[in-house]
């Protein structure tokens, strides 16, 4: 039987308001942010657990070098062979849909209550969704798009976690075919690596309106994407 402390449930509701609020966050979505860390944490720090022993390797060798949105169309690392070799490599090109990659993204949607969200493979000529929450029935049952038409190729030529909150007031974005059609106004993506640093592919969440995107919602796209990385890599 648990017995309530007078007073504490209300003064943790206090304090637990007061650091949402420095985190620009609602009280929801900093306790989901706390829960997936301490998630990740946890598995990271267990010795026994393979997803742990891959999630201290990943931390250690996750590269974050900040970069252009847009690399010189010569030089862009989307076009690296290495890199087009690594997604090779994955053998999820064209692969079926499956119930562990369906999981993982239904996770990001509730951990970040978004409406959208993808693990896609990314060569030079498309973006293949692995799988995908939110996307119009035509590109959902076709599950690829010309590179061209992708937002997610930015996140691979940038090297790091991408976000733009109005993408109708981005230089690069604003006339861009899936910022046009309203089917996403808002976006953050995250490169999923390989162990030699080859981003194969994004993790990445969408909105048709306007959103602002916290730390903590970095945070915890982040920590996402260690798991997204351990199922693909693993």
């Not at 706390?34 to 267990?46: F, I």
């Not at 290495?82 to 490599?89: D, F, G, I, K």
């Not at 999820?92 to 849909?97: F, G, H, Q």
């Not at 993982?104 to 959208?116: E, G, N, R, T």
Request: negative net charge.
């Amino acid at each position: 039987m648990t017995i309530g402390v007078p007073g504490f449930d209300d003064r943790l509701e206090e304090i637990l308001g007061q650091q949402a609020e420095k985190a620009g966050e609602s009280v929801d979505a900093y306790v989901r942010r706390a829960v997936v860390t301490r998630l990740v944490q946890e598995l990271t720090d267990e010795d026994q657990s393979e997803l742990g022993q891959l999630l201290r390797h990943l931390k250690e060798v996750q590269i974050e070098a900040p970069a252009p949105i847009v690399a010189p169309a010569s030089d862009r690392p989307l076009d690296d062979p290495e890199r087009l070799a690594a997604v090779e490599r994955t053998g999820l090109l064209d692969s079926p849909r499956e119930d562990s990659y369906d999981r993982l993204v239904a996770m990001v949607v509730d951990a970040l209550q978004v409406p959208s969200a993808a693990v896609s493979l990314i060569d030079n000529r498309r973006q293949f969704y692995k799988s995908a929450v939110g996307l119009p029935i035509e590109l959902d049952q076709a599950r690829e798009l010309p590179v061209d038409q992708s937002i997610c190729q930015y996140t691979i030529d940038g090297g790091d976690i991408l976000t733009v909150e109005d993408a109708r007031l981005h230089d690069v974005l604003k006339d861009h075919p899936a910022v046009l059609s309203k089917l996403a106004v808002s976006y953050m993506g995250i490169p999923l690596k390989d162990d030699q640093g080859h981003a194969v592919g994004t993790l990445c969440v969408w909105d048709d309106q306007p959103r602002e995107w916290t730390v903590g919602h970095q945070q915890i796209l982040q920590d996402l994407a260690w798991i997204v990385r351990e199922r693909i890599f693993g």
